[in-house]
């Protein structure tokens, strides 16, 4: 199984985006894939609030624990990652990719009608973790 088909298993097994990205490279970063289910779980839909997806923080996190001990490599790596998705994505902003603004109840309520939590965002899960395998390996 790929690295991206991993992260959307997560995701569709009932784990927030964050938590499906994130996870997916903890062991082979050195972290247990329980803690790193448990340290993404509050960045999913962009906080809850539609802003920075969810998918974006996740790989930030696996990219941070990659780099973490070196403030320019980190910086280097963040800015590779985000500048690369909004190129293929055109956004990373949640609320951008989704078409709808998820902070508000009639904005979540769209984005369930148009089922976008389970055919847009698992598209997002496979991208960040697609960007953060080139970056790292």
Do not use: H, W
């Amino acid at each position: 199984m790929t690295y991206e088909d991993y992260a959307v298993q997560l995701f569709e097994d009932g784990f927030v985006c964050s938590q499906a990205v994130f996870a997916t490279f903890s062991n082979d970063l050195g972290l247990d894939k329980e803690y790193a289910l448990k340290i993404g779980a509050c960045f999913g839909s962009g906080m809850r609030k539609g802003e920075v997806c969810g998918a974006c923080t996740g790989a930030l996190m696996a990219l941070g624990l990659k780099y973490g001990d070196d403030k320019a490599r980190s910086n280097e790596a963040c800015e590779k990652f985000l500048d690369e998705f909004k190129r293929v994505n055109g956004s990373y902003i949640c609320n951008d990719l989704l078409g709808c603004d998820i902070s508000t109840p009639d904005g979540v309520k769209e984005a369930l009608d148009k089922n976008l939590f389970k055919e847009f965002c698992p598209k997002m899960v496979e991208s960040a973790t697609e960007i953060v395998k080139k970056i790292i390996f």
